[in-house]
């Protein structure tokens, strides 16, 4: 059964770098069939999408974050990470990790897409402060 | 860029029916993804593509789309149901981006 797991500091200083780590297990991070996520929600705030990195490389952001975000995977360890640079206290969320579907069904001969988040890690509390 | 709205709170009593609803220009074009969360939980998925339950969820958990609006429907809520309900979708931009919901709180009395 596949399994997320982030990790990373708990605390982190206004103006600095956020940076996590997303660890899969019980499957491969290189499988062409899924792509992966990060989601966070602010304390009492609902879900916001934060970025996806395909299979490919390919790596897609929100439009708010793109500037301060990246995401990168380590195949060889079967990770991966988010780094948000220049974060205050708006940034303050719990992250979550999770694996991306995509799938696609006919109606008639008109294709429609759809995509899923899961599993879900179980998400790790980022505060910012100093 | 896309918007996915939802009713912030809904009610049911035990064992009736009860429609969550999700609006946006996106769904004309995809299907919504729905997740339940419970307090201090990560989100679960309930329901996928145009009417898809992952294993392990009930039956009586199902979805629909019309239009601009996905519903996710729960045939006799149990009170283990009451939870936070988010919907989500590919970005009608077609680039890959997501967007969710700011969801429905689903209390059942």
């Known amino acids: 059964q596949l399994q997320l797991q982030e990790s990373g500091p708990g605390l982190v200083k206004p103006s600095e770098t956020l940076s996590l780590t997303c660890t899969v297990s019980?499957?491969?991070?290189?499988?062409?069939?899924?792509?992966w996520g990060w989601i966070r929600q602010p304390p009492g705030k609902g879900l916001e999408w934060i970025g996806s990195?395909?299979?490919?490389?390919?790596?897609y952001y929100n439009p708010s974050l793109k500037s301060r975000v990246t995401i990168s995977v380590d195949t060889s360890k079967n990770q991966f990470s988010l780094k948000l640079s220049s974060v205050t206290a708006a940034d303050t969320a719990v992250y979550y990790c999770?694996?991306?579907?995509?799938?696609?069904?006919?109606?008639?001969?008109?294709?429609?897409?759809?995509?899923?988040?899961?599993?879900w890690g179980q998400g790790t509390l980022v505060t910012v402060s100093s | 860029s896309s918007e996915l709205t939802q009713d912030p709170a809904v009610s049911v009593a035990l064992g009736q029916t009860v429609r969550i609803t999700c609006q946006g220009d996106?769904?004309?074009?995809?299907?919504a993804s729905w997740y339940q969360q419970k307090p201090g939980q990560a989100p679960v998925l309930v329901i996928y593509?145009?009417?898809n339950r992952p294993s392990g969820i009930p039956d009586r958990f199902s979805g629909s789309s019309s239009g601009n609006t996905a519903s996710l429907t729960i045939t006799g809520a149990q009170a283990e149901d009451e939870a936070d309900y988010y919907c989500?979708?590919?970005?009608?931009?077609?680039?890959?981006?997501?967007?969710f919901g700011g969801g429905t709180k689903l209390t059942v009395l």
């Open positions: 990195i395909y299979y490919s490389g390919s790596t």
């Open positions: 996106s769904l004309r074009s995809y299907y």
């Open positions: 593509g145009k009417n």
């Open positions: 999770a694996r991306g579907g995509l799938g696609i069904t006919m109606i008639v001969v008109v294709p429609r897409q759809y995509n899923w988040f899961d599993p």
């Open positions: 989500n979708s590919r970005d009608s931009s077609g680039n890959h981006h997501v967007v």
């Open positions: 019980g499957g491969s991070i290189s499988s062409s069939s899924y792509y």
